[in-house]
Each structure stands twice: as structure tokens, then as C-alpha cells.
């Protein structure tokens, strides 16, 4: 069964680091989700990709945060400077394009930050 | 912007007692989705509600869409252990299938063997 995969599971960093995350959609999937899920709290949007372009990026901190998916494949998303209130779990999630009006996210299973 | 609240956030039964979830919005929803997260999984889709007053049932579990679409519920009978994680309900944001999907908090189930 295809799955998301994601890159690192885990990572520890110090504040003021720059970290990078990897994300590889399902084969196919033209939509690539980032989501934050602070523990205990449902996951929130980051940004949203359709292919190579940004749909929605309204929850992503600019000033730090970047997030790029170039062939419209993979996507990695960066930190820097990394600060304390970071820590969270970074899910990404894939869809297929709207069919049959059910568009199902596929999330991968994440990778845990915790900035020191 | 749109919120929707889920209640309880936690709730611990016993195996083999029924479980309810509620998620409410203060306004009208195009949609609702339901989602389960196992303790140190990641969210796995369970299904997609669009109609009003519309109800779905796989197995033990029964998902409602109130009638004014601001409300639903997922219902669990006989619980079991493997119902153990937090269910999240999401909506996704205007009709336009790019709309980003909106999660509550979730509700966290204990279950007790």
C-alpha cells in the first residue's frame, strides 16, 4: 500500500539552528499538505501545495518558515531560525485530485522536533 | 476564523461501553471528515460526511451530519481496546476542492480492558 514518507522521524536541535524536514507523496498526488500538531491539539495548516505553486501558505510564520516543492514531486520544509515554541510534530499529507467530491488526506507519520 | 469545537476532549469507558464524540460549529459546514490518531501515530481518514442529516456506519462506529450542517458525532458501540487514540473531526473550508481542511482538538479515548 502507498504510503507518505517523511524524513527525519525524529530531530533534537538547538534554538537559532536551521532544520529541514522531507516529504515524499504518495505517487500521484497532486495536492502536498505541511501541518504543525502541537501535542494535544489537532494539526494546523502550514501550507498547501497543488503541484509546484503555494495555494495556501496563510498559517506559515515567512520570516522563519519556508517551504518549497520544485518538480512537484517531493517538498522539504525549513526552519531558521529555529526557536523554542517550534517543538511540535510536523505531519505532511497528500490528496489525489478532487474526484467524486471526496478528497482524502493521506498523512505520513510525521517528524517530531524538539528544539533544546 | 471558523472553529469547531469537539467535546469531551477526554473520556475514559470501560471495554464493551458505547462512545460518543461531538463536533459543533457555529456556523454552516459544506462538510465534515473524521480521523483517527493512534498514541504516537499520525491521522488515518475515516470518512467524509456532505449531506445534511446524512448518517454512515462502518462496523461498530455511526457518523451523523446534523440538520443544519453545523453539527456531527461519531458514536462507538462496545468499545474495544483498539478504539484507543484521538478522533479529530475537520472541515474543509468553502466548497472549492483546495480549501484547507479546518481540525478541532479532538477527543481522546481511554479504553479500560
Known amino acids: 500500500e502507498a504510503e507518505v514518507a517523511q524524513s527525519p522521524r525524529y530531530k533534537i536541535t538547538e534554538k537559532s539552528q536551521a532544520v529541514a524536514f522531507w516529504c515524499d507523496p504518495i505517487?500521484?498526488?497532486?495536492?502536498l499538505y505541511w501541518y504543525r500538531q502541537i501535542l494535544g491539539q489537532g494539526p494546523e495548516l502550514l501550507v498547501q501545495?497543488?503541484?509546484?505553486?503555494?495555494?495556501?501558505d496563510s498559517q506559515l510564520p515567512k520570516d522563519r518558515f519556508s517551504a518549497e516543492r520544485l518538480k512537484g514531486v517531493d517538498s522539504t520544509l525549513k526552519i531558521q531560525p529555529a526557536e523554542l515554541g517550534d517543538s511540535a510534530m510536523y505531519l505532511c499529507a497528500s490528496s489525489s485530485r478532487y474526484r467524486d467530491g471526496l478528497i482524502e488526506q493521506f498523512f505520513g507519520p510525521g517528524t517530531r522536533l524538539t528544539v533544546l | 476564523g471558523q472553529q469547531v469545537m469537539q467535546i469531551p476532549q477526554y473520556q475514559h469507558v470501560q471495554e464493551g461501553e458505547d462512545f460518543t464524540t461531538y463536533c459543533n460549529s457555529s456556523t454552516t459546514l459544506s462538510n465534515i471528515q473524521w480521523y483517527k490518531q493512534r498514541p504516537g501515530g499520525h491521522p488515518v481518514f475515516l470518512i467524509q460526511l456532505v449531506k445534511s442529516g446524512e448518517v454512515k456506519k462502518q462496523k461498530r462506529l455511526t457518523f451523523q451530519f446534523g440538520e443544519a450542517k453545523k453539527n456531527s458525532s461519531l458514536h462507538i458501540t462496545a468499545t474495544q481496546t483498539t478504539d484507543v487514540g484521538t478522533y479529530f473531526c475537520s472541515y474543509r473550508l468553502g466548497s472549492s476542492n483546495t480549501g484547507k481542511l479546518i481540525f478541532g482538538q479532538g477527543t481522546t479515548l481511554q479504553v479500560k480492558p
Open positions: 501545495f497543488q503541484d509546484e505553486s503555494v495555494v495556501d
Open positions: 505517487s500521484g498526488h497532486a495536492t
